[in-house]
């Protein structure tokens, strides 16, 4: 996915936004400022929550650029080039030169995502804590951000391929069986499933007064497809030899 606006780079790694991203930042602040903050905080201004939410909103955004360099680290720890991050309306993405070329490589470089939410969850929470659980903006985007990152790690890990879980999946089959093309071909039919899952259960919301979150559901589902589809096209057309 080529970046629309470059940020920068961290650790020597480039670091981009697409446009769609802005689209996510609307949505989250939109459902931060009158969802989450407007029901556990309903004493404060107009103006506080949309600002709370807006800063969250942001925050969040480096929540995702954490949890990707953790992947585009790790990757390049173990040999492969990482080209760049770039963060969409789906969240982000690490763009590699290639795929692992052993099963270890890829469960490391996918586990380390959900990891990392964890633990950036963990940290929020302690210090969600240590401020004393008031209702300040600063300790309300704080808690917030502590849900959203735990959140954040265990969507990640649902065995759906091409998430973070489904990538451990493939990993672990592939460790088993000795066949990369296998595994794939496993994780891809089981992503795919769950994609036609995910836009009935959005259509499904969607008919039942939740446009939003059942528009949400059946992109998040659409893609899913489209991804393992075209992952499965691609080992099909190019099997290579690879290690377990």
């Known amino acids: 996915m080529t970046s629309t606006f470059r940020l920068g780079s961290v650790a020597g790694i480039p670091v981009g936004f697409h446009y769609s991203h802005f689209v996510l930042l609307a949505l989250v602040t939109w459902r931060i400022s009158s969802g989450f903050l407007a029901d556990g905080y309903p004493d ?3 103006w506080v929550y949309w600002a ?11 929540s995702i650029l954490v ?7 790790v ?23 290639a795929d692992s070329k052993r099963a270890r490589d890829e469960f490391l470089i996918a586990v380390v995502g959900p990891v990392s ?11 969600s804590l240590a401020l004393g659980g008031g209702d300040s903006p600063l300790e309300a985007m704080v808690l917030y951000l502590a849900i959203i990152n735990l959140l954040l790690g265990g969507f990640n890990l649902l065995p759906v391929f091409p998430l973070d879980g489904g990538r451990v ?9 000795g066949s990369y093309l296998w595994a794939t ?22 008919v039942s007064g939740n446009r939003l979150g059942g528009v949400w559901l059946v992109f998040i589902g659409w893609f899913v497809q489209v991804a393992a589809r075209r992952s499965m096209s691609e080992e099909t057309s190019h099997e290579g030899s690879r290690e377990g």
């Open 44 to 46: 404060w201004s107009p």
């Open 52 to 62: 709370t939410g807006a800063l969250a909103g942001g925050l969040l955004s480096v």
């Open 67 to 73: 949890h990707e360099l953790a992947h585009s680290l």
């Open 75 to 97: 990757a390049r720890k173990r040999g492969i080039v990482v080209y760049g991050i770039v963060l969409f309306i789906l969240g982000g993405v690490s763009e590699l030169q």
């Open 117 to 127: 939410s964890f633990l950036l969850s963990a940290i929020l929470f302690v210090i």
């Open 169 to 177: 999946l493939r990993s672990v089959i592939w460790a088993v069986t």
């Open 185 to 206: 071909r496993v994780a891809a039919i089981l992503g795919r499933t769950a994609g036609i899952g995910l836009i009935g259960l959005g259509i499904y919301q969607f």
